[in-house]
Structures are given as structure tokens and as C-alpha cells.
């Protein structure tokens, strides 16, 4: 019923740039918090940005003065800008929405993770 379809990952070097994407499709009636996490290797997975609905931003400490998260509701997409990026931030990446729906049994709503896109940067 919801799907969430992420792009934008690849290879960069130290000190790049890439713009991660997270699409919704399905009957969505709205969307609240978007968060991506990432799992680099060795480690569990963490969270890296998050955003409210009404567009309050969170950014992990490692993050904040690299990376900015947004979100256009009108396309169902929420973006996470990565700049200046580091060999450390190499890792999969993946996005999670809260989503209400509307399915064949009506109403319903739930948080659903993209299918991870993996970055890696170069030093």
C-alpha cells in the first residue's frame, strides 16, 4: 500500500556533495515525521537527521554544518543535502516516514523504512 523508493546514493570523494531522496507512493492522506538513519560498518544503525511535520529539523552531532534534511510534501519526498562529506559518513542510508494512508480497509497509518542506498566516500 506504501512504498518508499530512495535515490541519490553512490561513490564521491572527501570533501563532496550527493542529495539523498526518499519518494512515497500510495493513497497517502499525509505525512509526518521524516527520518534517515544510517548503518555504517561496524556499527548499529544511527540516527542522522529527522523532521517533523510541521518542519522542525534535528540533526546528529556529527552531522550539523554538513548536512540539512527537508521535505516537500507536495511531491511526498523528503531530501537529506549532504556536503563536505567525510570517509566516516560512508554507510547505507535509509529513510523512514510515518505515513497515514488510505487502504482498502479504510484509514490506517505507520512508519515505513526506504530500502537503504549506500554511500561511499573516498579519501
Known amino acids: 500500500q506504501v512504498q518508499l523508493v530512495e535515490s541519490g546514493g553512490g561513490l564521491v570523494q572527501a570533501g563532496g556533495s550527493l542529495r539523498l531522496s526518499c519518494a512515497a507512493s500510495?493513497?497517502?492522506?499525509?505525512?509526518?515525521?521524516v527520518g534517515w538513519y544510517r548503518q555504517t560498518p561496524g556499527k548499529a544503525r544511527e540516527l542522522v537527521a529527522k523532521i517533523t511535520s510541521s518542519g522542525t529539523t534535528t540533526l546528529a552531532d556529527f552531522v550539523k554544518g554538513r548536512f540539512t534534511i527537508s521535505r516537500d510534501n507536495a511531491k511526498k519526498t523528503g531530501y537529506l543535502q549532504m556536503n563536505n562529506l567525510k570517509p566516516e559518513d560512508t554507510g547505507v542510508y535509509y529513510c523512514?516516514?510515518?505515513?497515514?494512508?488510505?487502504?482498502?480497509?479504510?484509514?490506517?497509518?505507520?512508519?515505513?523504512w526506504g530500502q537503504g542506498t549506500q554511500v561511499t566516500v573516498s579519501s
Open positions: 500510495g493513497v497517502i492522506l499525509r505525512i509526518n515525521g
Open positions: 523512514n516516514v510515518g505515513v497515514v494512508y488510505l487502504g482498502t480497509a479504510g484509514t490506517g497509518q505507520g512508519d515505513y
